[in-house]
């Protein structure tokens, strides 16, 4: 059985470790406790992680934030994975800063990325763990909180943040997206 996760984010060392990069940022420290590499291929950077009998592809997408869809698409029908079996890292300004929470479907909250992998699939019926990441900006300032990086007090708790993301994917392609919701989501 085969599990696309994506991380999205933007490349570039300027868009390194910012909010917006979160979902880069899970799967960096997932494939390093996994002790997997990421390779630069198509649309994206993917590495490929064994769990259980179940092949996961990891995938940061190279096409920038606004263009996700093509990415997701691409490896979707490569890889011939279902929708069921999709899952999304992203980042949420509604969430207090690293709360995590798991859905099987949604909107886009305003949210590029996801509004492009939604125009692309031609669907809002994918799963979606969103990454809280505060919203603590003067109005008008949205778009430089979520392209700057995080506080030091919010750097101190990310590595705990970023296991527990790790472990929440694994329960998605392990024990199915009820049963991870219920044990995560009132975290």
């Known amino acids: 059985m085969k599990y696309l996760i994506v991380g999205l984010g933007n490349i570039g060392p300027e868009y390194h470790e910012t909010r917006h990069n979160i979902g880069f940022m899970v799967l960096d420290a997932l494939a390093k406790a996994s002790n997997i590499v990421f390779s630069d291929k198509r649309y994206g950077f993917v590495a490929d992680m064994p769990l259980k009998g179940r ?31 999709v899952l999304v890292i992203v980042d949420d300004i509604a969430l207090p800063f690293g709360r995590l929470q798991l859905k099987p479907r949604g909107s886009d909250a305003g949210h590029n990325g996801l509004k492009h992998i939604a125009a692309i699939l031609g669907t809002q019926e994918y799963s979606r763990l969103r990454f809280g990441i505060g919203s603590d900006y003067p109005r008008g300032f949205q778009v430089q909180y979520v392209l700057s990086p995080f506080e030091i007090e919010e750097q101190k708790s990310m590595p705990e943040r970023l296991e527990t993301a790790g472990e929440i994917i694994k329960s998605f392609c392990l024990a199915g997206i009820d049963i991870t919701m219920n044990k995560y989501n009132k975290k």
Do not use: C, D, H, W
Request: aromatic letters at 10%; proline letters at 6%; charged letters at 20%.
């Open 55 to 85: 092949r996961l592809i990891l995938l940061k997408p190279s096409t920038f934030m606004n263009l996700s869809g093509n990415a997701v698409r691409y490896y979707m029908q490569k890889e011939q994975i279902p929708l069921e079996n």
